[in-house]
């Protein structure tokens, strides 16, 4: 047996002598599978593609049709910057990778967007088949690498095929619980010859690359169940996750939380869903309800609630505080277009399907019914809500007008808040992403702030930012990082350079892995020694790269600076100086906190 597959081995060598090796010359003339990849993706409404320059047939295909290859420098922060990009576009992000060591960086990137449900069709290069399983050159086995960060794996064998697995591939990133995608093709199908003939793009809801593809509801009998809830409530409460952004359902959510006058919450992902002025927003809850968060007086009401409505999220363990907040005694409901999702950490009443389509249904169905219950309920919790946001201004005062220096982040945050216009707000891991969603209050719903806490990794803000801004040009990105999670993507502040994005980089410059170490002290009372970084000059990094910086200790220069870097055509980073040891209101760290020096 094992001779007959030497020798098997042997005859294909010596029939298919051109495809052995990986210096054969490549052909692109005339009608090849690679156009019929980037023909669909270009009826998908792709017009950039993250990239390395690999597979190179996709970009020189790619650009004869005007598709844009924005030439990420590690592919770890160019998946970020695909996510990004999705999350701000909600349109399918397309990033591509060379095989081995360039599919494995890709991995993590993909592993955020599985979390965070964010679709994005990731194109992998193999080996050329000829090679396959011989030990060629960066072989590495895709499918298992991929298993575990990405909802579809397919591998394009027969070139005729080529545009229907492309579009299958969008369909099913951007269908259902979007996700990631990945596409394994080798150099030698890519350039195969093939029919012209495009793929038919599906009839969605959403045109062929927009997300959600689908808006589907449960029957009207379900959906009378959640109307028939919010009429009977004492205490309702809606909690609002990511789905709600990936679904576009703030106008949605908003109209329900005016409609029936619901006090309405959001996760970290969830942030930006609601307008938090309004008198029934209760702001971002979770584990973050420690002093100075501006939710933390809204406890009662959340730890109270009699009916807790579940928009779009995974109930997971910070925004639950670890499913602790909510009382056992509430009555669950949960709209999510995951069936799976739907129960698995509260009993609810099941309600699947797209959230924007549900909450209109379900507000058709109270239109009429609860206005006057809204208006009652309004008149009685709005003065008890004023007051826990008046104790939150005085708890905060100190913070938020502290002339310390090194700065504390909460007056940071107080500057960052003061900028005018539509803002794109985006943060790195840790401490960064705390802040932003504590501290700046949304007044529009639908506004994003991104931030990765799918996984909670380090190095998502900035590539994440550059994928934002690509996808809305014409909106201000501000990007709040910690030094650490700085470090992991410098290098892609020359990519944002290179490609003419501009930003705004907030680098909360405390000297530590400040996260770390709050995490030690509290389980150890101690923490080793790599916590605390050397001396580093961001500003020189930055202009390194090109781009414009400006180190900053007050104030005053923290907002001169914002203000240049708004008309600064190039990234344009701030470090600012930061106590070291100021952490945002995580609960858990609350015996930790040392009152603030003035
Ligand atoms: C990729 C990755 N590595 C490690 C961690 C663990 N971690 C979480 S927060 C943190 C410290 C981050 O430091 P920095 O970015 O400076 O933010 P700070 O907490 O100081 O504000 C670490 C190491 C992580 N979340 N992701
Ligand atoms: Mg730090």
Not at 50 to 78: D, K
Not at 187 to 202: F, K, M, N, Y
Request: charged share 20%; glycine share 8%; with cysteine.
């Amino acid at each position: 047996m094992v001779n007959a597959t030497q020798s098997d081995l042997k005859s294909a060598a010596a029939a298919e002598p051109s495809q052995m090796g990986s210096w054969v010359r490549q052909n692109l003339s005339g009608y090849r599978a690679v156009h019929a990849i980037v023909d669909t993706l270009h009826a998908a409404g792709v017009r950039e593609i993250f990239g390395q320059s690999c597979p190179t047939a996709v970009f020189l295909a790619a650009q004869a049709l005007g598709i844009r290859q924005i030439g990420y420098r590690t592919e770890n922060a160019g998946a970020a910057m695909a996510d990004g990009f999705a999350r701000a576009s909600r349109r399918i992000a397309v990033i591509t990778a060379q095989n081995g060591p360039a599919a494995a960086l890709l991995a993590a990137g993909m592993s955020e967007a599985f979390k965070a449900s964010v679709p994005m069709l990731a194109i992998v290069q193999e080996v050329p088949r000829a090679n396959a399983d011989r030990n060629a050159f960066q072989e590495l086995d895709h499918e298992r690498l991929f298993s575990a960060c990405a909802k579809w794996v397919r591998r394009i064998d027969v070139p005729a095929r080529a545009a229907e697995y492309t579009e299958r591939a969008i369909r099913v990133a951007t269908s259902g619980r979007p996700g990631p995608v990945v596409l394994l093709v080798s150099p030698d199908i890519l350039t195969a010859s093939c029919e012209r003939g495009s793929a038919v793009p599906q009839d969605g809801d959403e045109p062929f690359g927009h997300f959600p593809l689908d808006r589907p509801i449960s029957a009207r009998t379900r959906l009378e169940k959640l109307a028939a809830a919010l009429l009977q409530a004492k205490r309702p409460l809606i909690v609002a996750g990511g789905g709600v952004h990936l679904s576009g359902a703030s106008e949605a959510l908003s109209r329900l939380q005016r409609l029936a006058g619901v006090p309405t919450a959001t996760t970290n992902m969830g942030k930006g869903a609601i307008d938090e002025s309004h008198p029934l927003s209760i702001g971002v809850i979770g584990n973050t309800m420690g002093s100075r968060s501006p939710a933390r007086f809204f406890g009662p009401y959340v730890r109270d609630a009699d009916l807790i409505v579940f928009v779009g999220t995974r109930t997971n363990e910070n925004g639950t505080a670890s499913w602790t907040l909510f009382p056992k005694s509430a009555t669950y409901v949960q709209i999510d277009v995951d069936p799976e999702e739907i129960g698995r950490n509260y009993p609810a009443i099941r309600l699947l399907g797209d959230a924007a389509a549900t909450l209109d249904a379900v507000c058709d169905l109270l239109v009429g019914r609860v206005e006057r219950l809204a208006s009652q309920r309004l008149a009685e919790l709005a003065p008890a809500f004023d007051e826990a946001r008046t104790d939150h201004a005085k708890e905060i005062a100190p913070y938020a007008h502290a002339a310390n220096a090194p700065m504390r982040p909460e007056r940071i945050l107080g500057e960052m808040a003061r900028l005018d216009g539509d803002i794109l707000w985006v943060a790195d891991a840790s401490y960064a992403s705390i802040w932003l969603v504590q501290y700046i209050r949304c007044t529009k719903p639908g506004t994003r702030f991104l931030t990765p806490r799918g996984l909670a990794g380090l190095g998502w803000g900035v590539p994440m930012a550059i994928g934002a801004k690509l996808a809305r040009p014409g909106e201000r990105v501000v990007c709040l990082t910690g030094d650490g999670g700085f470090a992991h993507c410098w290098a892609e502040l020359e990519t944002a350079k290179r490609h003419g994005i501009p930003l705004t980089v907030v680098v909360l410059n405390n000297g530590e892995l400040g996260f770390q170490i709050n995490a030690e002290e509290s389980r150890f009372d101690t923490h080793t020694d790599v916590c605390h970084f050397g001396p580093i000059d961001h500003v020189a990094i930055a202009r390194a790269c090109g781009c414009e910086a400006r180190a900053v200790q007050t104030a005053d220069e923290l907002r001169r600076a914002l203000n240049d870097a708004a008309s600064s055509k190039a990234p344009f980073v701030i470090d600012v100086k930061t106590e070291p040891g100021a952490f945002p209101p995580l609960t858990a760290f609350e015996s930790q906190l040392v009152p603030i020096r003035e």
